[in-house]
């Protein structure tokens, strides 16, 4: 019984993801984001069946923001059932950060339970609402954007509004295998991150979220974190606490601030590898520098991120710079950091400098 209540919940979903075809939003759209879950695989497919553009989010956001499918020439209805997959999405895709020029026309996710006023109960993450969230700073959403939920007859219910914050993302139309109904949701959708609820522990897990909180600091934004706000509400905090906190930025500047903007400077005592007490000093690879971008302005990036070198070498009319750390852990961290960062509009190539990311040795002249 338990299979069979199994199959039919998947007949169901397949049937719901099909009749999305039939709805004048998703005929009329060119682009359209749909969630990577398992039930909505017969949207992707029928998006791509429509050769429409499709955009998958990367699962929990780890190493960027969406993947576009992109099936190969002349893929015949099999393969474009692959490119529908998780495997598929993998294979036959390309990354779009923030400075992708994507225009959303339609928005699919999916839902653990909804109310027949388009009010949406996730999986608890946030996930959804995050990918929203930033799709309307990146200007990819509009307002009049429809958001879609496909779920099973069972998965509508009534929810309480108190259950509902306000970076919540509502939704416009439920598809279910047997009904398709039009919510006339009134409750407004999140219009960007809301940086007061984002915690610093989400920041350092989430690369995307990083490059967008400095994106918007840089743009005048407030970008307060939670924690922030609590320790600022704190007014218990022990002074030496502020001491400590104080030294370290003192130290971070002291470091950043001996680079000096130059054609082709290198800031420092030696350029050579050299053993620093917990290991070998490795360096990190900066590319694609845009030409507008001076030195200070990615320090303070560098202090952002939390990734400050012992030493930079800024070579700006190469659109590069080197970064060099105490060990190669430590480099590695600030590449994983740094991934997903733009400056000036230009996305940063972020990796090991070349010879040493296996044997541990320097040749930072060799770098293109």
């Known amino acids: 019984p338990e299979s069979h209540n199994l199959k039919e919940f998947w007949l169901g979903s397949h049937q719901a993801c099909c009749s999305i075809r039939e709805l004048d939003m998703f005929i009329r759209a060119r682009e359209i984001k749909v969630d990577p879950d398992k039930p909505l695989e017969g949207v992707r497919l029928a998006a791509l069946q429509a050769k429409k553009t499709l955009l998958v989010p990367v699962p929990r956001l780890r190493s960027g923001l969406f993947n576009r499918i992109v099936p190969p020439l002349g893929a015949t209805k099999e393969i474009l059932r692959i490119c529908a997959t998780s495997q598929g999405i993998k294979e036959y895709s390309v990354p779009v ?7 959303v026309d339609l928005v699919v996710v999916g839902s653990v339970a909804v109310s027949e006023k388009g009010w949406r109960i996730g999986k608890g993450e946030g996930y959804a609402d995050m990918e929203y969230a930033m799709m309307v700073s990146m200007g990819a959403v509009q307002e009049d954007t429809p958001v879609v939920t496909i779920v099973h007859d069972c998965q509508v219910v009534d929810i309480a509004e108190e259950l509902l914050d306000d970076h ?22 999140p219009r960007g991150i809301i940086w007061h609820k984002v915690t610093s522990e989400m920041l350092g897990k989430i690369p995307i979220l990083r490059s967008l909180h400095y994106k918007e600091k840089l743009a005048g934004k407030d970008v307060t974190l939670q924690d922030a706000h609590s320790d600022l509400a704190n007014t218990k905090k022990p002074a030496a606490l502020n001491q400590r906190a104080t030294a370290e930025n003192i130290r971070q500047q002291a470091a950043m601030g001996s680079a000096e903007i130059g054609k082709h400077c290198v800031e420092g005592d030696s350029l050579s590898p050299r053993l620093d007490g917990s290991g070998r000093i490795t360096t990190v690879y900066l590319g694609n520098i845009s030409p507008s971008v001076r030195v ?10 939390h990734v400050t070198p012992l030493r930079l ?10 970064l060099d750390y105490k060990d190669k852990p430590t480099a590695e961290s600030a590449v994983s950091s740094l991934k ?12 090991l400098a070349k010879n040493q990311r296996s044997k541990g040795q320097v040749e930072i002249n060799s770098q293109k």
């Open 97 to 103: 950060g923030l400075e992708g020029k994507a225009q």
């Open 168 to 189: 919540d993302l509502t939704v416009d139309y439920i598809l279910t295998p047997t009904r398709t109904i039009k919510t006339d949701c009134k409750r407004p959708k």
């Open 296 to 305: 200070s302005e990615l320090k303070c990036a560098l202090r952002e991120f």
């Open 313 to 322: 070498n800024w070579q700006g009319a190469q659109h590069r710079a080197f």
């Open 340 to 351: 997903g960062l733009s400056l000036g509009g230009y996305p940063l190539r972020v990796e």
